[in-house]
């Protein structure tokens, strides 16, 4: 098991299907215009960067992770544990990170690669939305799941066949 070495983001084309919900699109758009969102972001990031990764998968403390919880602040400041990131069961590799609010789910999909694959061992984020009604969000998550493990599939296959960007975060 080795620790993750980077959190890096899928670059789609303007033209593709699923450009709208790409994560970096989201990022811009959503997280980073708002505080709150951007540090429970950070928050999870760092998270993510301390667990483990082994044959693709996830580990927290030698065990394969299914869902991870921590302490959080809500925007009026309470304490709460939240689920921030969960392995969703119809997609054999993706997880979902999780930033709850009152009214909106804000969600983002996600993979992880180990170094017997590429070069350091990485999260590779895909996709982000944001859903208020619990049907729509779930239909959502599923078509959004279906595709991050087509790119899954690709990646291993071939891991030119799936442009990264490592920088997603210094652009303006």
Request: glycine letters at 4%.
């Amino acid at each position: 098991m080795e620790n993750i070495g980077l959190v890096v983001c899928y670059r789609l084309t303007k033209d593709s299907q699923f450009f709208n919900d790409s994560f970096k699109k989201y990022y811009y758009e959503i997280i980073r215009n708002d505080s709150y969102l951007e540090g429970l972001y950070f928050q999870i990031e760092r998270n993510l960067l301390r667990l483990k990764v082994h044959e693709n998968y996830l580990y927290s403390n030698g065990e394969p992770l299914q869902e991870l919880s921590i302490p959080t602040k809500t925007r009026l400041g309470m304490i709460q544990s939240t689920k921030i990131i969960k392995k969703l069961y119809k997609a054999k590799h993706i997880y979902e990170g999780r930033i709850n609010e009152e009214y909106i789910k804000h969600r983002f999909l996600f993979f992880a690669i180990d170094s017997s694959i590429s070069d350091e061992s990485k999260v590779i984020l895909t996709f982000g939305f944001s859903k208020g009604n619990k049907e729509v969000l779930d239909v959502q998550t599923n078509l959004l799941s279906n595709e991050s493990e087509r790119l899954y599939n690709s990646y291993i296959i071939n891991p030119s066949l799936v442009v990264l960007d490592k920088e997603w975060k210094n652009e303006q």
